[in-house]
């Protein structure tokens, strides 16, 4: 029997390749540090309902990502959502309203990585530290010190400075990994027992702390009968204040907020910080997955492509393409 093929990381990237690998008739090993799938598209239960921490929608323009979102909606994971939008701009606050189809997990974000995953075997809570080829086969070791393995492939999906780590036996894929930066978001959910009075449902911001702010409650299927927000501040104002406390954080952007709708905003009764550390890569790419095929191992993405949920799937889809290739 064949040795099984490894997917480190559970995101959209790493779901999509196990996804076009087990339909192609081969078995998989799904990795991820985290105790759940879905990486940067997932979801945060709390208190105050689901939070779409990370992803806050997607927009579909390749053919092939617009029939998988259609098969999601059949699926029943998927729906359209119709934000009402705004735009503020040098202090400016205006309505922004546009022709653009954006969609959404529901009742989360995290339901498509639920989807994807089905009967998958994966192990989480399993954080991989070295990837290592022995005469024939992969092997992989995690950072409690076990060895799994062997594996005729694998597919490293994981953002680029952490597939970086991982790359240190294939110096060329690694040093590719190693040029693209990757910058941070610092994410805040706040939740209102009494709907701030605002239309607004999701508004792009330039010239702020913030980025983006999104009323996560009017996403179609979310049950909370609070009114929850989520707010991202921008890669700049992230990035100079990495390492302040989660609380600063949180009082810093709801100030934020204030000042954005231009109102005296009510203490929020749920609050909640979350630090991405590599949110978005710097800069986009045409390179759809990376490869050393005679090797074995496969990198894939969003930052090989697109930097969105788009071009993760695409990312994660290329590499399996060139890995059956291969095998062919
Ligand atoms: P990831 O989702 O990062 O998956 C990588 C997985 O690998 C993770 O589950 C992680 O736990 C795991 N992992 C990491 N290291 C290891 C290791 N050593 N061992 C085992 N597992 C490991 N995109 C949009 O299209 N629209 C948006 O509105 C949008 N908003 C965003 C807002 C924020 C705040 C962020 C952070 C991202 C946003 N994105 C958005 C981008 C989108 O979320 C990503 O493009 C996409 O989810 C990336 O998927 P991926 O599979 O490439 O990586
Ligand atoms: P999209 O087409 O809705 O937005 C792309 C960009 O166009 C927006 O960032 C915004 O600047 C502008 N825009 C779109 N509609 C607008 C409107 N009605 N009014 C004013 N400006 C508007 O979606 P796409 O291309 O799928 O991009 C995904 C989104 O995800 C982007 O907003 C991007 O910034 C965000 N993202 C955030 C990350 C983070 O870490 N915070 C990481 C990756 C993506």
Redesign the pocket.
Known sequence: MTAPIAIIGTGIAGLAAAQALQQAGLSVQLFDKSRGPGGRMSSKRSEAGSLDMGA?Y??ARDRRFVNQVQQWVTAGCVEQWTPQ?Y?SNAGVLSP?P?E?V?WVGTPRMSAIARQMLGELPVEYSCRITEVFRGTQHWHLQDAEGRGHGPFSQVVIALPAPQATALLATVPKLAAAAAGVQMDP?WAVALAFDAPLQTAMQGC?IQDSPLD?VARDRSKPGRDTNRDTWVL?ASASWSRQHIDLSREAVIERLHGAFAELLDCVMPPPSFSLAHR?LY??PVGGREWSSLADADLGLYVCGDWCLS??VEGAWLSGNDAARKLLAHLE
Do not use: I, K, M, Y
């Open positions: 806050q997607f927009t939008l735009n922004s546009d653009q954006r978001t792009f983006w991202h991405w949110a978005r930097g969105r």
